[in-house]
């Protein structure tokens, strides 16, 4: 196996993913709004239940729009040919990595020293040669 290869299985897994999660939340909207529609006796338990589902899935799709946010950005960055380098040091990121993380932009190091900067550790940084 090449790593074009194993970029190419990775690329595949990414938009049957993005598949999967738009077919899903398409099914959650007719669903919720199938709920929404129906003219049962409008109790009290029923709205709850509609509330709740809304609320259930409204923060679902929110998670799904995400992560097809994620997708497309590493789909964009395969057409560009910068998927699976790290964007500070442009070393390859391991398959391994990848396969684990595909949204990864980072080698496992810079990852590392990358959130330790986040939450304003204390790492010092050390100039690369
Ligand atoms: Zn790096």
Do not use: W
Not at 6 to 26: C, G, H, N, Y
Not at 67 to 92: H, K, P, S
Not at 105 to 120: F, K, N, P, Q, V
Request: hydrophobic share 35%; proline share 2%.
């Amino acid at each position: 196996m090449t790593r074009a290869n194993d970029l190419m299985r990775i690329r595949d897994l990414l938009q049957r993913r993005r598949r999967a999660i738009l077919s899903t939340s398409e099914g959650a909207q007719r669903e919720l709004s199938a709920l929404k529609d129906s003219d049962r006796d409008p109790e009290y338990e029923e709205q709850a239940q509609a509330e709740l589902a809304d609320y259930t899935l409204s923060s679902l799709m929110e998670t799904q729009r995400r992560e097809v946010m994620l997708i497309d950005a590493a789909l964009r960055r395969m057409d560009t040919g910068v998927f699976g380098e790290c964007v500070d040091c442009g070393a390859d990121i391991t398959i391994e990595r990848l396969e684990a993380m595909p949204f990864a932009i980072r080698c496992e190091e810079d990852a590392t020293s990358h959130e330790l900067e986040m939450r304003g550790g204390h790492a010092q940084s050390i100039p690369t040669l």
